[in-house]
């Protein structure tokens, strides 16, 4: 046998994979020959495993360096469950289990021992007298002063070449560019040591977009398509974590927020039930992540713009840290990116500031790869699209904006430079509001000159007119006087838009004009794995028992089985050890030690399924129509609405839905004293703004929650019966 087969023999047994992960091979066998690496992979690469392997693969124990306690823990723990010999050492532990951990060092009986930087020293005298199998050094970065995170205590680190000449060295982190990786390994005594970059790519996620529009019902509707899926909203402030968090909790989801305004237990109890998969949604600041070791994230949704492309790209980072698919998305709005400016403002970098602010925005705004984009900011080069963004999979078609831009310069000018984003948008569109009529714009030339374009659509024009420098956002109109407006002299706070040299080009010679069709953002499939489609019942079914499970043994629920995992079992649906074995993920100990709940649940789960599908539908419908009659009965007896709700133990809603059900089969209903004409308009009005005007959903969120679900629908009913 090979060394390579009898690798990949001990990653299945203790870790349960079938193959290993890009470079991780590689550099097993680097370590395994004795020779010293620095290892740059990205989060979600796969790092521990290039020393946990090794460790496991050679004679005596391996002395892991790790700065955060939180995650040797975490990663100690993961090995257990494993079936691995592993401990950590560091200043929270008691006296006794401080002995424990020594006593099992000395005598040779742990693979790994995990010990912070700090603590490393008090370690040394039972360290000398342990055979050591490799020293592995986590996050290495923290011991350049070039990194981003240096830590005192890392600069001792280059001491243990000198102590352990022999014993094969590899040093880990995420991110180091060139200047920090040669300090790294001059400072660790490894000049030699072999490089192991990997790139920077996560072709796990799914990069998309949006207009920040209507976000609230983006989110709903988003959550609606990844059922059971842990995840993280991102604000920009504290108040719109709490506010958020709120709103989706009342709309039945299970979500919590999280700020650094919150108490220490407080936001410690949210982190852990998050971890924990008890609520799998955290509307966090970017507060939140630090630290946090939970590989089944299954989407990032920005509710705002981040203030560089390294936070968004870390942030992102958090999901699908297990390589499965995952999604992010961003919203972008032209509202953020002026409150992010004045933020900005003053601050003692500002340009350098303002320079990164406009880098994301560029990311935000992009017509090509998302990717190519990303991976190009962090200096890989690459040529190919990746078909994994929004932008490969609707790539923009350009037409001949010179009219719509014609009417934009025009309306900026007859405005006089004064109105904001949205009230130029409304002049356009003809709007009736409040702010056109205190203004008397409907009176200038411009008005209702683009209102066949959708309002969304026209933003995303004028958007792209700024990008191109046919306008420009003006905070300060002391300093911009122009001709068209030598009154203009009051500060702004809004920006306003005014003319640029570029403009005059279109008004006046004619310049031609390429705007980007704007993607319609539904069309973009928010993929959805097809296994859950299959059996969303036995997933959540599953993931129920590896909750109970991580609860009785006080571990976070991956421990027990990732996402991969339980996917995996709900394919292969395994009812014997033999089968169960074969799940991505399951090892031996795992084998002993889950194999018989889960078969169990499974069994249980394919001998309830209904052998004729048709059957089950059909008593589904006769069960409606039953419920219908009964109804009917209960009208045609004289009973009031809310006496049938009361005799029928169902909400008042549910009977109003029977009313629209039995008039739609012939019978004769008085609708009249249920809704007033004035409802019925208020409906079609806002069917004529809404972007999915066929969700209820759409509707509700617009009447802000006042109006009842089935007053709309009956509206809309009332007005298809009238059409028909
Ligand atoms: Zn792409």
Request: proline share 4%; hydrophobic share 40%; net charge neutral.
């Amino acid at each position: 046998m090979t060394q390579s087969d009898s690798l990949l023999q001990l990653l299945k047994k203790h870790f349960g994979y079938e193959r290993f992960r890009e470079n991780q091979l590689q550099i097993i066998e680097h370590v395994l020959d004795g020779k010293d690496s620095l290892v740059i992979m990205p989060t979600g690469g796969g790092k521990s495993m290039c020393f946990q392997l090794p460790a496991l693969a050679l004679k005596g124990t391996a002395l892991v360096i790790s700065p955060l306690i939180a995650l040797m823990k975490d990663q100690v723990d993961a090995l257990r469950a494993n079936g691995i010999q592993a401990a950590f050492y560091n200043s929270t532990q008691a006296k006794e289990e401080i002995e424990e951990v020594l006593s099992a060092l000395e005598n040779s009986h742990l693979d790994l021992i995990y010990v912070a930087p700090e603590s490393l020293a008090l370690l040394a005298p039972t360290l000398a007298k342990t055979p050591l199998s490799l020293i592995a050094i986590d996050e290495a970065h923290c011991i350049s002063s070039w990194g981003h995170d240096f830590r005192p205590a890392y600069t001792q680190l280059g001491r243990l070449k000198v102590q352990f000449p022999e014993v094969p060295l590899i040093a880990l982190t995420a991110t180091a560019d060139k200047p920090t990786q040669d300090d790294i390994a001059a400072q660790l005594g490894i000049s030699e040591a072999k490089r192991f970059v990997s790139s920077f790519d996560r072709p796990n996620l799914f990069l998309e977009v949006r207009p920040g529009q209507k976000r609230l019902q983006q989110i709903l509707k988003f959550l609606d398509a990844h059922p059971f899926e842990s995840g993280i909203v991102y604000c920009l402030s504290r108040k719109s974590t709490e506010q958020l968090a709120a709103k989706l909790s009342s709309a039945g989801h299970r979500a919590q927020a999280y700020h650094a305004g919150m108490s220490a237990q407080d936001r410690a109890d949210a982190q852990e039930a998050f971890v924990n998969d008890r609520t799998p949604i955290i509307v966090a600041t970017i507060a939140f992540g630090m630290g946090i070791d939970k590989s089944n994230v299954r989407w990032v949704i920005h509710y705002n713009m981040p203030k560089n492309v390294e936070g968004y790209y870390q942030e992102i980072g958090r999901a699908g840290r297990d390589g499965l698919a995952a999604t992010t998305l961003l919203f972008y709005s032209y509202a953020d990116t002026i409150q992010l400016r004045q933020f900005i403002q003053g601050a003692s970098n500002e340009n350098y500031q303002i320079a990164k602010l406009e880098r994301m925005q560029q990311y935000a705004e992009a017509l090509s790869c998302r990717r190519k984009i990303l991976l190009n900011y962090f200096g890989e080069f690459i040529q190919k699209d990746c078909e994994h963004c929004d932008i490969c999979l609707n790539p923009p078609t350009y037409f001949d904006g010179t009219l719509i831009a014609q009417k934009v310069l025009s309306a900026v000018t007859r405005l006089q430079e004064q109105a904001p984003l949205g009230t130029l948008i409304d002049v356009l569109r003809g709007a009736q509001n409040a702010i056109v009529f205190d203004k008397g714009y409907q009176h200038i030339k411009t008005y209702g000159a683009a209102k066949d374009v959708a309002w969304n659509d026209l933003q995303h024009y004028i958007i792209q007119l700024i990008n191109q420098g046919y306008l420009e956002i003006r905070f300060q109109a002391a300093l911009h006087e122009t001709p068209n407006n030598p009154k203009a002299l009051r500060p702004t706070k809004n920006g306003r838009l005014a003319l640029t040299p570029l403009s005059n080009e279109v008004l006046y010679k004619g310049a031609y004009v390429k705007l980007a069709k704007v993607v319609k953002t539904h069309a973009v499939v928010s993929e959805k794995t097809v296994v859950k489609k299959a059996h969303p019942e036995l997933y959540e079914q599953l993931r129920l028992l590896r909750a109970e499970l991580a609860r009785d043994q006080n571990v976070p629920a991956y421990i027990i089985f990732s996402d991969a995992s339980l996917k995996d079992m709900v394919v292969k649906q395994p009812q014997t050890p033999e089968e169960f074995k074969q799940v991505s993920g399951v090892g031996q100990a795992k084998l002993e030690r889950y194999a018989p709940d889960f078969i169990h649940l499974i069994k249980s789960f394919v001998s309830n399924q209904p052998k004729d599908a048709p059957t089950k539908i059909k008593a589904t419908k006769k069960r409606k129509n039953n419920t219908l009659d009964q109804t009917k009965k209960l009208i045609e007896k004289g009973y009031s609405l809310e006496e049938i709700a009361e005799t029928r133990q169902l909400t008042i809603s549910s009977i109003y839905n029977h009313l629209i059900k039995l008039h739609e089969q012939g019978m004769d209903i008085d609708f009249d004293p249920m809704i007033h004409a004035s409802e019925i308009k208020q409906v079609l009005e806002a069917k004529a703004q809404l972007d999915e005007p066929d969700k209820l959903k759409s509707y509700y969120l617009h009447f802000e929650e006042q109006m009842p679900y089935w007053k709309i629908k009956l509206a809309l009913y009332l007005q298809e019966v009238q059409e028909a």
